[in-house]
Every structure is written in structure tokens, then in C-alpha cells.
């Protein structure tokens, strides 16, 4: 393909996804979606091949292939519309409900799919909001969907949808978000055939081929340019919510030409509680630590992902069987699989970043109606360039908070204190980021959940940077474990301290 | 016909634009900014144009921005609710770049030695901790001691509850009275800390520096015989001068918003109610849908990485232009900008060292633009020669000629620029067929046909006064003022009472500062469905058909609605406007059939010699037939094979497809 129309079609094709999720966005119901930006929205190719998608948070990056694959073994037919979230058929937890359109070109073939994911505020399960701190297998997190047909050759397939309703704490919200997604792959068809019926666009798959592989020479080209080396790395996940033990996580990471392989051997099996991971989790993070080191410009699709390996032991806390609780490993494990594998590579190259507060700081608070869940931002590392943001959201995550206002408004609840912990961010030459104070008064007897870490063991510091702060949870002003489930009375104060970011270089 | 000339002037970043309307024809002046005291340029412009017997002079200016942008605002201090003290620091938690972990955010308005907190909490029923006298004390001597210029104060639930904050700016007011005071019940009563939050925090920042800027300016123009002027803000509306100085976070986008007045009126002028404009000029390009001959507004953006929550002309800014390089990037693609070559040196084809191929090249090479013309003033010299060896350097890389380069630079800019268009379009849920494209700046008339084929739109505007459309909209902008007040609560009958009690506050509010008895008063309300975290903004004379009309609203905008679901208010606007009178613009037909020059341009398909008109030898009446060339004021317009059309009687260039 001519240089061009190789550029034209690359910005074309993202164009597609970004205004795809641009609907999604702007057409969904649940602050987890609009406001927090919880969602993702990609379009592939008839063989499953991500060529565009525009990511919001990273914990999507790179995540949806495995759910396309599971369609594409139905046998979709042109018009149908996938619903899925089984996190061991393509999915990653529950609550991230994923649509695939078959789209159809001009002879009725299926020549691409349109897939958005978001994340919904409830699925079903024990616990509101479907986050539980205390679940020890897959049936306790939510409703379990595997692919199966909501739209069929166009036709809703109202029998699923009333399915999916019956089983989730706000239905009413849970339609209209899907009611979104829907208008968002909608989006996908209309724009691709858009596309491909003008005059100067080469057959889809000619496209597709090209596109990827325009990014995939990027990617190698960047990778190229980097030290070969092996490196290996450390660190843990204080506990899984059923023990407090902290968990191990290995890594091996090995630089050669243009190729990056990543190696987990050594790290833990799957664990009783809800920090295991699926197989797509476990890529995402790696994804995002590559995307981290080639810099920005790279179109994401499956050509930018094509030079690594990653190698998993399996079964392994990083690639869980069925049906291991796996809530939190999108959440949590996900930040600390990052920060390792960057660990590791920063011993090769010179140009990243101390690590930042390494946790979502994920807080959900239910009562009889209604379900709150935040993520609460941290200290980011600092780098050679200057100091790191504080009270940001790092790693894996980048969503909005919820407004103090917004949020008394809607719930039987109070924040008390919501300000930067000055001093939490690790001195050096740069600063890392300040970490989060924030307090909240249950006003009416509640349940609760918090799924954290960075409790005991710090972000680490670079280039002689010092640690940032580690972070605290606190009940009524008593210590509890970072992960934790909690039954609230009316007037008790939950406050939760995140980490500070590691500082760069000697102060 | 007005009895006395309208007055217009902008002052951009190189230029202070004037406009003068008198009996439908324009008087236009350009002469250099001057940004250290941006008024100079303004009186040197209404010098050079001879300007008398002015009824109105409208002003937009860029102090407010560049402010801003530069970080030089008043020395500021923020008061919150106590606990709260870093909610401007905090925003919303998202850090810039997801990848590029160095990237920091931008600079902070108040450091945090300057943000001081009082006790007290009010909630949405009201107070929950009264406020403590002794906090406000002790803030106030703090304040004092940190000898700050300004203040902001956001507490929680002022928007609703607003004592607390009549409270505390009384009390530093007397205590500081040379101390600039900005309240967010006052700025912003809206709902959202975060964004009322950094809104007021911008207030107090620019108010100072704005509010002198404006007095000088309101002096020299009163000395020099003018009418006090009156300032363009953000909304497209004007305001009295001492509105504007005290609500200076309202005139951050001055500038833009002039741009997109002046080209709803110039549509109108010509019979397009409905547009898109498009204004490309050397490294950015500002693209805005107009709508039923008025410029949407939206509810506020991010300007210099400061939230700014006022209503805002809906303009959307690509740093693409004419100056943007072209070059292979490495995995083989060729890309056009974001890097541009600016002014200095300027595109390969200027000469004066820039050896990279730009946007602009690509024009000259292709001979839409003329070889050896001179650009401003006369200093620089296009030199298709310098294009030609750029193109030739960069094509060797791309294995292309360089007249495939050329056009592949042309195409993929258009693509960039159509993917803007459709940003205002398609993504607010409007049919770019349904529209007219608007084509001004240096370089819009240039790209507008290819991009009206790629949009599927059918007609083509090219404003006379495409150069200086900013002043042109303050010379006949309306005078203009948004209110708005919080009411969150259920849409049900029951609140009807509510709502046309908070309108008849809103309406006397108006009243009191805008009079007149064309005044124009539109109510809004902002509606969402419950659990929805956006709003939207729909009319609300009737306030029975509210519901109605936010569902068909969001049927509009997202493509559905659910009219089972409950609908909740959230606040209440009024805009109120105050029309002054549209001059009719007027175009002599051409006195002389001047014979056109002629040149070889490549089309796209192939080399023809193509006539070349000069817009100054053409008036009403006068046909052009595409493929040719018009050289226009400070711009050149091509009319692509297929398109043709005339100069109508209020002096655009309106072209139509041919095949359409």
C-alpha cells in the first residue's frame, strides 16, 4: 500500500473506534461509564485481529481478542450481536460486559466486528456492585455470561437481555448502558462501510493487513533500538482476602532485536480469594508496560502486540482456572503485574519512571437500593524529567471521581475529608506524587468492600529516589487489612490513606 | 440602514483586526498586535482606518488567554471547606497521558502554600457545621500576611447553599478592600466542586489583570471620541465592560468566539443558516457548526488545562494548518504535522531556511498557489523551486515523485481536517449534507472542495470578509448574558411552582443588567435521566413540555431515548440577549470585466492551464467555473473540476457541485 493511503486509513480506522467511543460515552447511563470513563471500544477484522482501538483506561488495552475469538467460534452471522463476560471464555471479570457485532460488508459476508466493553456498576452476586472483597469462586462475583447472541441477524433477542436484567441489582441502568454499547457498535458499521465505499479504499482485508503491520514495523523499530538483556524482578500482592499472606509474583524479562519476551515462571499458583487473574488480564498489564517503554504513536492494534511473548504458568495465579475468583485481579493484580515487569525492565533501559502508588484503592459501598464504587487516585512516580502528580490515578487505571456533590446528592453518605497526604510522595532529586486522604461517613447502615494494596510493601523509588508512603485503611479510626469486607452502621467513618509515588535520583 | 458605524476589532496573536460597518459596506484595517499593551494596536488600527460618528465598538481580545496560557496571572489564594483543601490539585484524579508517564500536569493557578481552608459544611439540605468565625479570622490574617492579589472561595454546596460564601468574601473584603474577591455562588452556582471549583479559581486570577487591561483600554478609547467598548466573551455574546472585568473567566475564548459570529452572520447574510466553519490558517485550524444562524454553545472546555465551566461558542481547534510538516514517520506512512513550520522559518517555499515540505508547499508545487507571490506586507516570496526540492527529498524517502507527494500531503491534511469537521458534526449528532461549508483563514478555501466532496456537502461559502471574520462578528455581535441557577430535584408536576419561581429570579436578574425592549429572554434547563452523571440542555419556555423535549433531545443527541425512565432537573439557565441591528451587507456588481491571468494547476487528475480571477476586479453577479483559481484578500480559493457558482450580493463566493 502506497504511503498515502496507508496513512489515510490508519487515521480512518482509528477515527472508527474513536468515535465509537465517543457514543458509548456520551450515551450511557451509569457514571462508571460516562464519568469514569470505564469502557473501551475496538473494531477487528473477520479473523479476529484488532486494527483500531481507543482505550480510556489501560487495564482494556489489548484485552478484547480473546472475547472476539470466543465469537467467532459461534459462528456468528452477519447482524448478530455477541454478549459476553465469562472471564474464562474471553472475558476479565464480571463486571465488564463486552458486545461483539458481526458487521457485514457489501455481499453479506462478515468482514469485521465492532466491540465495545464497560465496565457496569452491577452484575449480580453476593455483594452490590459485584465487587466482593470476600469471594472464593467465580458463581459468588456475579452473573456469569458466555457468548450467546443478545441481537440475532438484527433481531434483539429479548429473551437474553431479560435474563441478564433478572439477575442485576439495577436493571433499569444496566439497559441503558447496554442500550449504549449498542449504539456505539452500531457506530462501527456504518462508519466502516462508510469507509470502504469510497472511491480511494482498498478492500477491507488489504486494509487490515496493511494497518497492522504498519504498526507492528513501529513497534519493532522502537524495540529495535533498545539494549538487548535478561532481567528478573520481585514483588507481592498483600493478600487475597481470604489470608493476609502476601502473594509472589516473577518476572523475567528479555530484550533481544526488536522482539520482548516476558516470563512469569515462579510466580504463585491460583490463590483462594479474588486476586487471580485470567490469561487476557495478565497481557493487558504487559501490554501497557510495552506501550509504556515505545512511547506514544503507535496505532493500537494487534500488529503494536505482535512483538511479544508472554509466558505463563498455568494453572497460575496469572492464568486461573475455573472457576477461581478472579474479581480483583483486573483491579489490583493487574497494577502490581505492571509494576513488576516495568521493574524489570528499568534495570535494562534509563528512561523509566519510579514506581507509583501500585493500587486502585477500589472502595464499594452498598445499602438497600443503591451501590457506590471508587477507585481513589495516589502518588505517581517521579522521573527524570521532574516530579511525579499527586492524587492521580496510575498504571492500569485512569477513571474520573465521582464529585463530592454529586455524590452526597445521590447517597446516604458524607465525605468528611478528601485532600493530598502532603508528605506521602518519596524525596529524591524529584518527588514522587502525594497520595489521598479520603473520608466517608455512612449515613444508613451499609455494606462494604476495599480491595488494596501498597499496604505494607511501598512503591519503590528510582535512580536513589526513596520509597513513597504506603497507604492505610481505617475503620472508625482503626487499622483494617487492605483487603477487607465490612459491615457499616449508620455514623462509622471509613478512610482510606493511598500510597505516595517512589522519588527519582538522591535528594 | 444604521444611522451611525458599527466599530469591530480583534486583536489576534499577529494581527489587530478592524472591521467598520457603514450602510452595508465594510471597512476593514490590519495592523501588527502589540502584546505588551494590546490596546495600542487597537488605537492604531481605529487611526488608520479614519474611524468616526461610531455608535457601537465591540472588542475581542486574547489578554484573558494568554494570561492563562502563560501562567502570568494575579498572585491567587484559594479558600475551600476545611478537609478539602487540594480539590483544585486533585481534579478529577485522571493524570494527562496514559503512556508518557513524565508528562506532569499542568501548573497549578494556587501553589499550596496559598490554599487556606475555613470550618463549617453545608450539604444538600443545607447547613450540617455552621461556619466558625474564628477559621474566617484566622484565614483573613493569613490572607494578609501571604500578600495575595486575588482570592477565590469554593466551599461545598455553595452553589446551593451560598451564605458561608457571602460570608467569607464579606469578611475578606473588608478586611483586604484592594484584594479581588471571586466567589463560585456568584461565578458558577452550578453543581460539580471541581469545575465551579477551578472556574472561580480562574476568575480571581485573570479579574485583576483583565480588569486593568479593560480600564486603560475603556479610557484611550473614550479620549479618542469612541464609544466604552463593549468585550466579546466565550458565549458569542458581548458584554458592558465592567461585566466583563469582573467576570473575566467568562472571556477566555474572546478571541475564537468572534471568528464564529462573524461567520454565522456572513452565512446568514448569504442564506446558510446552517454551517460548518472552517477557518485554516498556518498551524491551527478552528472548525464550529452554526446552527439555524447561531452558534451552539456548550457548557464550557479546558483552556490552558483549566476547566472552564461557562458557556462557550462549540469551537473545536486541530494544530494542523498551512505550515504543517509533511514526513515519513518509521514505519513507512506518510503524516502531516502535528510539528509545524510556523512563521519563522516557515514552509521550504518562503526561502528562509525551512528545507522540510509543508502543506503549503504542496499548494505552490500544484500551483494552486501562485509562484513568486508575496505573502503580508511583502517580505516573504513563495518560490516554488524550494517547494519542488523539499517535495523531491521527501518523495525520494517514500519511493513517490514529488507530485505524488504533493498530492498524497494534500490528501492526507484533508483527511485530518475532515476528521475535525466530523468531530462538530457527526459526533453532536448534526448531517454534515445538511450544512454549508464556511471556508476562511489563510489557507480554508484552498482545502474546502475536496473536503465538502469527503463530507458530502453541497454548497461552499467563502466569506468576503474571510480575513477578518473575528472583528467582523463583534461589529454586529448582540449583547449577551448567561444566568443560571441550581435546582436539583425529580422532574415531576410537583416542582412546576419551583421552576417558574426560579425563572422569575433569573428574569429580574436580567433585567437589572441588560435593558431594552428588543431584550430577548430564552429559558433552559439542564435535564438528565436519574443515575445519568451528564446533562443536557434543552429550551424551556413551557415548562409542562420539559420532559418531552429532553427526551427527544436525547433521542437527537445519542440516538435513543427511554421515556419510561425518571427525568431530574438539575439547574436552570437563562440567556439573555439584547439584538442589536444587522446592517444588510451589500456587493457592488463588478464595474470592469478585468480578464483573468491564467496558470497551469494540477487538479488532482491531471496538469491545466485554469484562469485565475482576482476577487478585487470581481462583484455581484460574477461566475466562476471550477477548475480555476481566485486570488481573494489574504487567502486563495480553488474551485475544484465539478464546482462552480458566483459572487452573490453580499459578497461571498458561494459554490455548488456540479454533480449534486
Redesign the interface.
Known sequence: M???T???M???LA?IAE?MG??LV??S???NI??RRDCSTALFDARGRMVAQA?H??VHLGAMPEAVAAVIDRNPEPGDVFIVNDPFTGGTHLPDITLVSAIAGSDEEVIAYGVTRAHHSDIGGKSSGSMPADSRSIFEEGLIIPPVRLVCRGEPVADVLELVLANVR?P??R??DL??QL?AN?VAEIRLNELLDRP?APPAPIIFDEVIS??E??TR??LGELPDGVAEAASELEGDGVTDADIPIRVRVEISADQLRVDFAGTSGPVAGNVNCPVPVTRSACF?AL??LA????PANAGAYAPLDVLIPEPSLLAAPRPSAVVAGNVETSQRIADTVLAALAQLVD???AQ?QGTMNNVIIGGEDWTYYET??GG??A?????G??????GMT????T????F??EYPM?V?????R?GSGGDGRHEGGDG?ER?IRVLAPASASLLTDRRRHAPAGMAGGLPGGVGQNLLNGEPVPPKAALSLAAGDVLTVRTPGGGGWGQA | MTAGARLGVDVGGTFTDLVLLRDGQLVTAKVPSTPADQSEGVLSAVQVAGVSDVVAFAHGMTVATNALLERRGARTALVTTEGFRDLLEIGRQNRPSLYDLSMGRPRQLVPRELRFCVRERMGPGGVIEPLDEQSLHEVVAALRSAGVEAVAVCLLFGFLHPAHERRVGEAIRAALPSVHVSLSSAVLPEVREYERCSTVTADAYLGPKLGAYLANLGDRAVAAGLPEPLIMQSSGGVTELRRAANLASACVLSGPAGGVVGAAYAGRESGYADLLSFDMGGTSTDVAPIVGGVCPVTTGAEVAGVPIRHPMVDVHTVSAGGGSIAARDAGGALRVGPESAGAVPGPAAYGRGGDRATVTDANLYLGRLEDGARLGSGEVQLSRAYAERALEQLGDELHLTAQETALGVIRVANAEMARALRVVSVERGLDPRRFALAAFGGAGAMHACALAEELGIATILVPEAGGVLSALGLAISDLRQDLVQALPAPLTDAISERVEEGFGELEARARASLEGPALRLERQADLRYRHQAFELTVAADDVSALASNFHAAHQQRYGYATPEQPVELVSLRMVATLPVDKPVLDTPPADSHAPAKSRRVHTGAAWETVPVHVRANMGAGSRVTGPSVIELAGATAWVAPGWSGEIDSAGALVLTCRES
Open positions: 502506497d504511503p498515502v496507508l496513512s489515510v490508519a487515521g480512518a477515527g468515535e465517543v457514543v456520551r450515551s447511563y451509569s457514571s460516562k464519568e482505550e483506561i489501560p439495577t433499569a441502568v439497559r441503558g442500550k449504549a449504539a452500531r480511494d504498519y504498526a514495523r513501529l523499530g522502537l501497557f506501550r509504556v512511547g506514544a504513536g503507535i528512561f523509566l519512571p507509583g481513589i487516585g505517581q512516580g522521573t527524570g524529567a521532574g516530579p502528580p499527586s492524587g492521580v490515578h496510575v485512569n477513571t474520573l471521581n464529585p463530592i456533590e454529586a452526597e446528592l458524607r468528611e475529608r478528601y485532600e493530598l502532603y489521598i473520608s
